[in-house]
């Protein structure tokens, strides 16, 4: 089993990758749902973060030194594919993540964990892309910290779908920002890997689902 079946799997047993109706961030509704906040074990958090930095090794080999996780989704999955690249990789890199709102004592500022500094490398830790909204509320934050460089974006499941015009969120996000973004998985790899293929037993997947995912990709995303 690859580790891109072997993630699909982790998520539908832990009740993040879910399936009915829902409302993505952009207003979009949806019949799957990408949900990282349901995460709730520790034992969870460090198969999540093996993912992530097996998916990191692959992209992403070179000089990383921060990981940053935006918050709050992206706090513990920075800091637990910084663990897992320390365990499984033996790369020791530097994680942060910011405050929603800024702290006015002590030091004061908005970022928690490693100072960032000018000309550093910082690899983004998200969760999901649907539209690109979060990644545009997050490169001020970074940029406000020091002058770094982006060496990319790891997110859980790119969901293909397109941004503010014709071409997808992750593609937007490469053409204006020269940010390359690496997924886990993508929803047609979702797809492929759980179509009428049970999971302990249970179809996540069956013919209609698949026709009711299918419809929703034809009118949001580019496939």
């Known amino acids: 089993m690859s580790y891109k079946e072997d993630f699909v799997k982790f998520m539908v047993r832990s009740g993040v990758l879910l399936f009915g109706d829902f409302t993505t961030k952009s207003g979009r509704k949806t019949p799957y749902f990408v949900n990282t906040g349901n995460y709730k074990t520790g034992a ?34 920075a800091v637990a594919a910084g663990i897992s690249l320390s ?11 910011n405050r929603k709102e800024a702290k006015d004592h002590d030091e004061g500022g908005s970022m928690v964990g490693y100072k960032l500094k000018d000309g550093d490398r ?16 997050t490169l001020p934050i970074l940029k406000a910290a020091a002058d770094v460089e982006i060496a990319g974006m790891v997110i859980s499941v790119d969901r293909m ?9 992750i593609q937007e996000i ?8 690496y997924p886990i998985v993508t929803v047609r790899e979702v797809i492929d890997i759980l179509h009428n293929h049970p999971v302990d037993g249970k ?10 995912m299918e419809a929703y990709m034809a009118q949001y995303c580019v496939l």
């Open 44 to 77: 969870q958090a460090a198969r999540l973060g093996e993912y992530y930095a097996r998916n990191i090794q692959e992209h992403v080999p070179g000089r990383i030194d921060a990981l940053f996780g935006p918050a709050y989704k992206g706090i513990p999955l």
């Open 87 to 97: 365990e499984l990789f033996d790369r020791d890199v530097n994680y942060c993540f």
């Open 122 to 137: 910082v690899l983004i830790v998200e969760d999901v892309i649907t539209a690109g909204t979060a990644i545009r509320e």
């Open 161 to 169: 779908e397109r941004g503010k015009g014709e071409k997808t969120a």
């Open 174 to 181: 490469y053409e204006e920002f020269g940010i390359v973004t």
């Open 203 to 212: 179809i996540y997947i069956d013919d209609e689902m698949k026709a009711r």
